[in-house]
């Protein structure tokens, strides 16, 4: 490629710093053909290579904690996500956000029959919701997965609300100081603007917002 002499150094790197974020826009919309080649937990794979994947959007239950039922959800999603990715080839959507805190990759993964996997577990019950901005775009479709497994009591919702690990999140609406649990229906009449992520129940307390009337607590649990 020839530039012409008018072209200073600096508009020459200018032009392939705008080239390359062209191109890593496209590889990033795109689907990836991986192989899973080992299953971690509920919602993370190995991939071929060595290279770790975590499904964005979802949050399975961890296997190691020091209350037994949390254990047994975590080894349930485990099982549910062997069964659908172990030793496959899958398609990985990346986010806008690629990697995580510890170097993770982060993507939607599709089975080659289409089957979203994300969605599915969080409809089997074996996840929760977790929004981690700006991984955020299929949010309305994981919120509506997740609130239709807790209406059949699956997975972890069957212990709701007694169940310790669906305790570690909520989410408060500014106008009115409340707080709900990420899947409360209250919250589809609430615009996004208007609300904002709390880690736990006592973080959602000491910022001045009080529990929602369906929102028991009953269970506490630190994590």
């Given at each position: 490629m020839r530039f012409s002499k008018n072209?200073?150094?600096?508009?020459?790197?200018?032009?392939?710093f705008i080239s390359f974020l062209i191109a890593s826009q496209s590889w990033c919309a795109e689907k990836q053909s991986v192989l899973v080649t080992e299953v971690l937990t509920g919602d993370t794979v190995?991939?071929?290579?060595?290279?770790?994947?975590?499904?964005?959007?979802?949050?399975?239950?961890?296997?190691?904690n020091i209350i037994v039922l949390v254990r047994q959800y975590g080894a349930s999603a485990l099982q549910f996500n062997k069964q659908m990715v172990q030793g496959k080839k899958v398609l990985v959507e990346w986010g806008s956000q690629i990697r995580d805190d510890h170097k993770n990759l982060l993507g939607y993964?599709?089975?080659?029959?289409?089957?979203?996997v994300n969605e599915e577990i969080l409809k089997a019950g074996h996840a929760k919701l977790?929004?981690?901005?700006?991984?955020?775009?299929?949010l309305d479709q994981f919120?509506?997965?997740?609130?239709?497994?807790?209406?059949k009591k699956?997975?972890?919702?069957?212990?709701?609300?007694?169940?310790p690990y669906l305790k570690s999140e909520y989410v408060g609406e500014k106008n009115t100081k409340i707080y709900y649990f990420p899947n409360s229906p209250e919250l589809d009449r609430i615009p996004k603007a208007n609300l904002v992520t709390f880690r736990s129940r006592v973080e959602a307390k000491a910022a001045g917002y009080r529990s929602c009337s369906s929102c028991s607590e009953s269970v506490e649990a630190n994590y």
């Open positions: 072209f200073k150094p600096p508009q020459i790197l200018l032009f392939f190995r991939l071929e290579g060595g290279k770790t994947l975590k499904y964005i959007g979802i949050q399975a239950p961890p296997l190691q993964v599709y089975l080659p029959d289409g089957k979203f977790k929004i981690t901005p700006p991984n955020i775009r299929y919120r509506k997965a997740e609130l239709g497994a807790r209406r699956l997975g972890v919702w069957k212990e709701e609300p007694t169940n």
